[in-house]
Nanobody
């Protein structure tokens, strides 16, 4: 069994910052790419940022320069530092990880709410 648990969401004013964390646990041989997705009401889930096991990163255009993804392979954690937050960043943020347990499979966290509002 593999679990991903997100934390760090909350309510923040426009221009503020939040740091999301995601911890992977369970029977894990190896973790490949990890990523953060978000889904706002009425919208499809979209990829916000991803990071490979080697540290290569990709970002959604609208968050480039404001968000930074990082990971700690020893702790099996991935982070998303979000700065200069805007109301349009409001969504439920989900962590995803590619996990090897004899074969590769994707696992998702339960999501954490981020609300940007004055």
């Amino acid at each position: 069994q593999v679990q991903l648990v997100e934390s760090g969401g909350g309510l923040v004013q426009p221009g503020g910052s939040l740091r999301l964390s995601c911890a992977a646990s369970g029977s894990i041989f190896s973790i490949g790419a990890m990523g953060w997705y978000r889904q706002a009401p009425g919208n499809q889930r979209e990829l916000v940022a991803s990071i490979t096991s080697g540290g290569g990163t990709k970002y959604l255009d609208s968050v480039k320069g404001r968000f930074t993804i990082s990971r700690d392979n020893a702790k099996k954690m991935v982070y998303l530092q979000m700065n200069s937050l805007k109301p349009e960043d409001t969504a439920v943020y989900y962590c995803k990880a590619e996990v090897y347990r004899g074969s590769w499979n994707n696992y998702w966290g339960q999501g954490t709410q981020v609300t940007v509002s004055s």
